[in-house]
């Protein structure tokens, strides 16, 4: 049986034209699908295993590491000359952190406690927590500048208290002690007679309040009812304002937790957040574009005006009273305690700072910090949070353990958080986020192409075809003459 090629032809030719059509329908819808589907993929939900787990459980390694400025000499520090400092470290702990008391609610919201844990790991840092260094003396120092003010009398007494529990101006410790507690009966009697005066009831230390601890009680928007507040702040500790700083800006409570942000972001984006252990909200803005694993990220870096004084950055006015720019001054959430928060080694600060201590190189390699996110899901790729603590020292008289110190805000330590997505769940997040709908996006303009091709050349073969087919239309008239002619020869010889 003859294959009918002409009709053949018709038949790809509507094939063709149906492939065009889904494949412009494609073009239109396909990016409304993939929306939809990242967005039914970041509501906080608990029937998204993938994005629930890594906002509930953070599947991705998270370390700590911790570097101390060893002072080189604490006794001309007393006479009034400049510090000296050497960097020691890293000193490096696995961050575990996990949500628990997990609360939806019906206003589209839901409530959690986060908690963690902070684990050595000898493997990872530059020494032990044996090893021994040498800081000031939060306790005696920092209480010195807070009673600055009080009257003559009190000091002088202080001073004595200070010698009787033979606390010093400088502390020589272990790693360890300075990190997460030391015994103290100067901690124990403050603790009796003076009531709030130092942020701890038992073990001083610096980071004593972080392990084993919970950041508040968070209440944010899982994103249900519209995506763009997906784990925005709605509460914290029942709070929607801050109670610590001077103007209501400054005691916004903005943005989201700093772990996730909403979906869709452009280049124009900031990534703002609320930091419990900074007191105050923070935002980011928006560097450069790059990628990580195959995955596209943007990079977001802390802008310079984020620790600026109100004097360089009007904004920031209502967190002062403020020292030189690349300053926050926390001591309206730290019991009053002289402490500031700068970048390491005063990256991007006042560069006076610098000439007050010896021993501090700044650099936006290794102290300024980032965040890669993914800006389709709004989910952090990489991330490094680097700040460093700082305890502002001077001569207080009537406290003799103070010498003749001179103003300066001494560096003490500084510490970064890192953690990036790595391992099987790199390769989930970049077949469900990134390679299905590159693929999808792909696939339409490949059925347009098909399409069109295959119209084409159906076209091309139908036309040839109906070119070579003969003329059935004279080949009739051709046989009506010839019977004709014949019939008539016939006729002839009859009569003849």
């Known amino acids: 049986m003859a294959i009918n090629k002409s009709k053949v032809a018709v038949g790809f030719i509507v094939a063709g034209g149906l492939t065009l059509i889904f494949g412009a329908i494609s073009v239109i819808v396909g990016p409304t699908v993939i929306s939809n589907q990242v967005v039914k993929h970041t509501v906080i939900d608990p029937k998204n295993d993938l994005t629930y787990t890594m906002w509930k459980d953070i599947p991705v390694p998270f370390f700590m590491s911790v570097y101390f400025f060893n002072v080189l000499n604490p006794a001309e520090i007393l006479k009034g000359e400049k510090p000296m400092v050497e960097q020691r470290g890293p000193y490096v702990y696995r961050k575990q952190c996990q949500k628990e008391n997990i609360t939806f609610h019906p206003n589209g919201t839901v409530s959690y406690r986060e908690y963690r844990q902070y684990h050595f790991e000898p493997s990872m840092s530059a020494g032990n927590e044996s090893d021994v260094v040498t800081i000031p003396n939060m306790l005696v120092l920092g209480a010195s500048v807070m009673m600055e003010n009080l009257p003559y009398v009190l000091r002088l007494m202080m001073s004595a208290t200070f010698k009787t529990f033979k606390e010093g101006p400088f502390l020589t410790k272990p790693v360890g002690e300075l990190m997460w507690g030391y015994d103290s009966g100067l901690v124990d009697f403050l603790n009796q007679y003076l009531p709030g005066m130092i942020p701890t009831s038992g073990k001083f230390g610096l980071f004593s309040e972080f392990n084993n601890s919970n950041t508040g009680l968070f209440t944010v928007f899982t994103g249900k009812d519209d995506i763009r507040k997906v784990h925005r702040v709605d509460s914290w500790n029942g709070l929607t304002e801050l109670p610590y700083w001077r103007t209501a800006q400054s005691n916004m409570i903005n943005g989201t937790a700093g772990q996730m942000w909403p979906p869709f972001m452009t280049k124009e984006s900031t990534l703002p957040f609320y930091s419990p252990d900074a007191c105050r909200s923070m935002e980011l803005v928006y560097q450069r574009p790059g990628e990580m694993n195959g995955i596209p990220l943007y990079r977001y870096v802390a802008p310079k005006t984020l620790f600026a004084n109100g004097t360089d950055y009007a904004p920031n006015e209502g967190f002062c009273p403020c020292r030189q720019s690349g300053l926050l001054n926390v001591s309206s959430c730290r019991h009053n305690s002289p402490v500031f928060i700068s970048h390491p080694h005063f990256f991007n600060a006042d560069p006076v700072l610098l000439d007050y201590v010896q021993g501090l190189n700044p650099s936006e390699e290794k102290h300024g ?79 347009i192409g098909l ?19 003969p003329d059935h239309s004279n080949l009739s008239d051709g046989i009506k003459c010839s019977s004709a002619e014949e019939r008539d020869s016939l006729l002839q010889d009859d009569m003849n």
């Open 369 to 447: 910090l980032f965040i890669d996110i993914h800006p389709q899901t709004g989910v952090p790729l990489n991330v490094s949070i680097r700040l460093q603590l700082n305890l502002y020292m001077k001569k207080v008289s009537g406290i003799t353990e103070t010498g003749k110190i001179s103003d300066v805000v001494m560096p003490m330590i500084w510490f970064e958080e890192n953690g990036y997505i790595d391992g099987p769940i790199v390769n989930t997040f970049r077949t469900n986020l990134v390679v299905l709908p590159t693929v999808l996006e792909y696939l339409q303009y490949i059925l």
């Open 451 to 469: 399409g069109l091709a295959t119209i084409i050349i159906a076209a091309v073969v139908y036309r040839k075809v109906k070119s070579n087919q």
